[in-house]
């Protein structure tokens, strides 16, 4: 049976979740919102899902080298648009199924 599409808007959701719960300044509030953004809805939890899956495969083919790039490439650094392009493709991948 094949995977029920992802809407591009909740996997963009997913995809900032990500990001921010991935920052050095997660706080355990932002983790509650979280958990109830998943609980909200199955569709978010599908997401949270399928991302949760790509960012397996893709660590499990990183090495040190590659995790640092894509560590770089999301920080918040001086470039939003970069930033901005990382995360639309992991929202390609994520709603495209994979």
Known sequence: MAEAAI????????????VELQSPD????LKNQWQQWRAADPVHEQAWQ?????????GAMAG???LNFAKA?????????RRQMVKSLVVLVVAGGA
């Open 64 to 66: 040190p080298d590659t």
């Open 50 to 58: 399928r991302i949760e899956a790509v960012n397996g495969r893709l």
């Open 26 to 29: 997660a706080t355990p509030d």
């Open 73 to 81: 490439a999301l920080a918040p650094q001086r470039s939003a648009r």
């Open 7 to 18: 809407p591009r808007a909740v996997a963009q959701q997913a995809v900032e979740w990500m």
